[in-house]
């Protein structure tokens, strides 16, 4: 099992339903096409669960860094539209 580390300090086990629900609201959000997002999100959780396996945990800050750097040169829009999301919902 996969735990991921929280930035209050909790752990939780590792759900890639969070990730892909980000994901997706920032890809639909950038005008990508469904069959586009599907295969992005299929992509990038599959290395993240690689990852994180590694060592058997992750942090939070760690999981969003690893999908910003690997969308930054593909798909920098996705990025752009998670970074505004956060800066208008996120403290």
Do not use: H, Q
């Amino acid at each position: 099992m996969v735990v991921v580390v929280k930035k209050s300090g909790g752990n939780e086990a590792f759900d890639g339903e969070k990730i892909i629900k980000s994901i997706e609201k920032a890809a639909i959000d950038a005008g990508y096409s469904l069959d586009r997002i599907k295969n992005i999100i299929d992509e990038t959780i599959k290395d993240i669960t690689e990852e994180a396996g590694k060592s058997g945990e992750i942090d939070t800050d760690a999981i969003r860094d690893s999908i910003f750097n690997r969308f930054e040169k593909n798909e920098s829009s996705i990025v752009k539209s998670w970074k505004n999301f956060d800066a208008k919902y996120k403290p």
